[in-house]
């Protein structure tokens, strides 16, 4: 569910409450989408779904209901850096690869693919929640766990966690691979 704040744009400075003030272009207030920078430098994309205009004798402003987008920070599999191998040794216990996407309003949408195939589609061992942003109340941290018992044909394979919401255009992705260690059996 999409949530919109009332705002105030005031000498061209958006200010929101719960968010930090943003400045405005000239073109930006008379569109109805806008992509701003916080004073934090984070890209937020403002919606205008209402604007009521009003000119008083030393001030302009305009009172406005935006919906704001921020977008995650890049995603993590927890405890792996992008691009690493993952050593799998027992292929009889099952393994948890936790991928987190932090600060982001709406939470991002987290989706696992294997070698580039959906793993998300049936949802199998998939478990996805998300929780209060340590970053700002108004943000949402997002987890996904992908749970699976490797097996041989996960060896070399590549487990993909994007991430994704209103604000990006593209989704974020991190990767690792598996590497499953095979028994050694003498001839």
């Known amino acids: ?25 000239k073109m930006c207030i008379h569109a109805q989408q806008c992509r701003c920078y916080s004073a934090d430098n984070r890209l937020i994309i403002a919606r205008i779904s209402s604007l009521e205009s009003t ?6 402003h305009a009172a406005l209901t935006v919906y704001v987008a921020v977008p995650p920070q890049q995603p993590e ?11 799998v040794a027992d292929k009889l216990v099952p393994l948890n690869l936790t991928c987190r996407a932090a600060a982001a309003k709406p939470a991002a949408t987290l989706n696992w693919l294997r070698n580039g195939v959906d793993l ?10 998300t929780l209060e942003s340590t970053v700002s109340v108004k943000l949402r941290d997002a987890e996904s766990v992908l749970t699976f ?9 590549y ?3 994007t991430a994704h919401n209103d604000a990006l255009q593209r989704p974020y992705t991190v ?13």
């Not at 599999?77 to 050593?87: A, F």
């Open 1 to 25: 569910m999409k949530q919109y704040t009332r705002c105030i744009i005031l000498k061209r400075k958006l200010h929101c409450r719960y968010t930090k003030t943003i400045n405005l272009s």
């Open 55 to 60: 000119r008083l004798p030393f001030l302009s």
């Open 77 to 87: 599999i927890v405890g792996y850096r992008n691009g690493s191998v993952v050593r």
């Open 120 to 129: 998300s589609v049936d949802n199998a061992g998939v478990a996805y929640s």
């Open 149 to 157: 018992t490797p097996s041989d044909d996960d060896n070399e394979a």
């Open 159 to 161: 487990y993909s966690c």
């Open 175 to 187: 990767t690792v691979q598996l590497g499953v260690l095979r028994e050694f059996t003498p001839f």
